[in-house]
């Protein structure tokens, strides 16, 4: 019966593991259904999401402690003829669970200040097994044409990981 009880406790302690994020996938998904699922070639530009994946150092635990916390997302539009454009519209459309030291994880939104590029609370901490994704919430008329995203992450000691996505053509009018 102690055993059984020492188990259940241990299962309800997240294992903390300091490691890098070392590079980032980037992939587009339409918002448009239930689910945010893949691009195919085509999307309304108001259901545009950005899946941005963290690839990690090593095998982690439950929650990947950050040597230097993420301090900047810079997201930049570029079109078929190699235009580039800096996005400040794309918002954190589901919350990742974060940790704040040691206290209980919690749901947090992404507040950029008033470049839309630097994060007013560094992200220090990411559970494993969760993804960035930003919402294009569009400031305006929507883009429209092909285009690729540039994704850029930097940390606070001045380290960045970027790629890019690949095209897709924006629509103005929802697809049927």
Not at 107 to 124: H, K
Request: hydrophobic content about 40%.
């Amino acid at each position: 019966m102690v055993l059984s009880m020492i188990w259940l406790t241990t299962q309800c302690v997240d294992y903390v593991v300091e490691q890098k994020m070392e590079s980032i996938d980037v992939v587009l998904c339409d918002n448009s259904l239930e689910i945010p699922m893949s691009v195919s070639g085509e999307c309304y530009a108001g259901a545009l999401v950005i899946r941005v994946i963290p690839g990690w150092s090593q095998s982690s635990g439950d929650v990947n402690q950050l040597p230097e916390p993420l301090t900047a997302i810079r997201i930049t539009a570029i079109d078929v003829n190699g235009n580039a454009r800096v996005m400040n519209d794309f918002r954190c459309l589901v919350p990742l669970s974060l940790h704040d030291n040691d206290t209980e994880p919690r749901a947090v939104y992404f507040e950029y200040d008033a470049t839309g590029e630097r994060l007013v609370t560094p992200v220090e901490s990411v559970r494993e097994q969760y993804d960035f994704y930003l919402a294009y919430v569009p400031d305006g008329e929507p883009l429209s044409g092909v285009f690729q995203f540039r994704v850029v992450f930097e940390f606070r000691d001045g380290k960045t990981l970027e790629n890019i996505s690949e095209r897709v053509m924006l629509t103005n009018t929802a697809l049927i």
